[in-house]
């Protein structure tokens, strides 16, 4: 079992910035590829941005690259999402999610992949 736990989410004007953090215990976190998914009322939980279990490899939804950045600390069991630029369509619940991989090449990207969730943290933009 992995419990995933986030923070950092709130109200922010269009522009600014947020970080969100996971922190993970359970299993050995370095197993794990790690995911940042969000969902806003009404609409499906989509990735937002993943990562491989060593943190050399990483994939970003279109809508958000060049603004989001995704990294991890293995030692500190942490995956950080630094959230920049912000626009109100980021207005969603962000969720972090774990699934044990095989490989460092392999980051899936899909919500039904994942096998841990956390509870998730609101992130709200105002206009």
């Known amino acids: 079992q992995v419990q995933l736990v986030e923070s950092g989410g709130g109200l922010v004007q269009a522009g600014g910035s947020l970080r969100l953090s996971c922190a993970a215990s359970g299993r050995t976190f370095s197993d794990y590829a790690m995911g940042w998914f969000r969902q806003a009322p009404g609409k499906e939980r989509e990735v937002v941005a993943a990562?491989?279990?060593?943190?050399?490899?990483?994939y970003y939804a279109d809508s958000v690259k060049g603004r989001f950045t995704i990294s991890r600390d293995n030692a500190r069991n942490t995956v950080p999402l630094q959230l920049n630029s912000l626009k109100p369509e980021d207005t969603a619940v962000y969720y972090c999610?774990?699934?044990?991989?095989?490989?460092?090449?392999?980051?899936?990207?899909?919500?039904?992949?994942?096998?841990?969730w956390g509870q998730g943290t609101q992130v709200t933009v105002s206009s």
């Open positions: 999610a774990a699934v044990r991989v095989l490989t460092d090449y392999v980051i899936p990207r899909s919500a039904r992949e994942y096998e841990y």
């Open positions: 990562i491989s279990w060593s943190g050399g490899n990483t």
